[in-house]
Structure formats: structure tokens, C-alpha cells
């Protein structure tokens, strides 16, 4: 059957949101990709998602490829999300992946235990596996896949890994958001693989104009809805992120 045939849909948790895509939400189940510039709130629109979520009977797991968790844990915290009953009560579970990059020797991903050299996409995808499992979790995010895309030098690499995670985390079912770094920003930017690949795609873009910066988010692309696809502002609030869907970026 094709993925979009009698599409479920879940709420994003992001104030907003779900007004530029039919008051609908995320299709159920869909792999969306996430980018942005730095210090765009790609973190915060992710945790913001798994957060909701709890809130509504939907368990999550996030995968941390980059800052250790009490790290990003803290920072969401002055944001006014916290996340640590939910934590405490195991409606979220947490990967921590980032001593990869960081440790030598030995690392354990939910237990199973490899060498740093020897790391493998399979591995993570396994540990993925488990911790979705022990929780039933309905929703992941991935943190992020620039930190993922280290390993891979070449561009046919990257691609190819991409394509081997989206087919190792799609049977799981759960609703995923992938974050990454938006590498070019300029609206006649050239497109990157992974928008490609992904079944929806949202862009957060933070710009400096007249002395100022602006933030704006866009829908470019969701699989099975007729989606708005102009940019709209957002900002950062207590709660996290916060878009404003009649207005719009000049």
C-alpha cells in the first residue's frame, strides 16, 4: 500500500504549526527532515515535538549524535520544557551516540557495545531499534545528521547512509524528525540530497536584515498535504517555539 494512502496524522506541539499544514499536524509515521542555520531552534523544535507528544500519550525517543544530554536537556529547560519527569516515568528514552566523536575506545548505545573505529550505521540503527521498542514509542528525532554525515567523506557515501537509516528507522513507525544544518541559505540555494529522500522537509532560516534578525520557517515540502509553502516568521518563547502562520517574511 502507498504511505499516503489513508494518511493518520499527528499534532507537531509547535504553536503554529499545524496551521500551515491544514490544521492536520506530521502524517503519521513520515520521516521529516528539519534544517537549519545555526542557533535557528533545531534542537528545540525537535524536543518541543517529543514533549508534546508525552503530553498526549505519545512516548518518543531522541537520539543525541552531538552534545551530551544533560546539555541539551538544560537548555531546553530555560525554554520552559522539561523534560525530566517524562524522563523519570520512561515515556522518553534517550540515545546517547555523542561520545563517538568524543571518546576513545569502547562506546555503549544501548547496550550493545562497539569500538570507536569500528562504529557502525547497523549499530545505531539497533539501538535505535531497542530503545523505540522497550518504550512503544510513537515518535523519534534524530540529532542531528551532521554529525552523522562526519563519517561519511564522499557525497555518494552520505547519500547511501541516509537512504540505509531512513530504510532501517521506516518500519519502526514512528513519526521521525531529522535535524540538520541548512548548508546554504539563499531562497535560489541548490536543493540538498536529503530533501530528496525525506518525506517532508522544513526549513528554519535566521537572517540579519536592517540591524535585525529574522526568523523564518517553511514547509517546502510534506508528502499528502496541501501544505502552505511560504516562509512565516517564529520566534522563541516560553515553551519553545512559536510560529506565526498569517504573517509572512518580506
Do not use: W
Not at 512503544?136 to 562526519?150: C, E, G, H, P, Q
Not at 540579519?208 to 517564529?234: D, L, T
Amino acid at each position: 500500500m502507498n504511505r499516503t494512502d489513508k494518511l493518520q496524522f499527528v499534532a507537531t506541539g509547535i504553536m503554529g504549526l499545524d496551521a500551515l499544514l491544514e490544521n492536520k499536524g506530521f502524517p503519521s509515521g513520515f520521516n521529516i527532515v528539519v534544517m537549519g542555520s545555526p542557533g535557528s531552534g533545531k534542537t528545540t523544535f525537535g524536543l518541543q515535538f517529543l514533549y508534546y507528544g508525552c503530553l498526549n500519550g505519545e512516548n518518543g525517543v531522541y537520539v543525541t549524535l552531538d552534545e551530551r544530554p544533560e546539555s541539551v536537556l538544560r537548555n531546553v529547560l530555560n525554554l520552559g520544557i522539561d523534560l525530566t519527569e517524562f524522563l523519570q516515568k520512561g515515556n522518553i528514552s534517550i540515545v546517547d551516540a555523542s561520545p563517538i566523536r568524543t571518546i576513545p575506545g569502547e562506546v555503549k548505545l544501548g547496550g550493545i557495545s562497539i569500538g570507536k573505529k569500528d562504529f557502525s550505521l547497523a549499530a545505531l540503527i539497533a539501538a535505535v531499534t531497542n530503545h523505540v521498542r522497550n518504550i512503544n514509542a510513537k515518535r523519534l528525532v534524530i540529532d542531528s545528521l551532521t554529525s552523522f554525515f562526519i563519517q561519511y567523506p564522499r557525497g555518494a557515501e552520505r547519500r547511501a547512509a541516509f537512504m540505509e537509516l531512513l530504510e532501517g528507522i521506516t518500519p519502526l513507525n514512528c513519526t521521525t524528525i531529522l535535524l540538520t544544518e541548512l548548508r546554504f541559505s539563499g531562497m535560489d540555494r541548490p536543493y540538498q540530497f536529503e530533501e530528496f529522500l525525506a518525506d517532508g522537509v522544513i526549513i528554519l532560516r535566521k537572517q540579519g536584515k536592517n540591524s535585525a534578525i529574522v526568523r523564518s520557517i517553511q514547509v517546502e515540502k510534506m508528502r499528502g498535504v496541501n501544505h502552505n509553502v511560504e516562509p512565516h516568521p517564529y520566534r522563541f518563547t516560553r515553551g519553545g517555539l512559536e510560529v506565526f502562520p498569517t504573517e509572512k517574511v518580506l
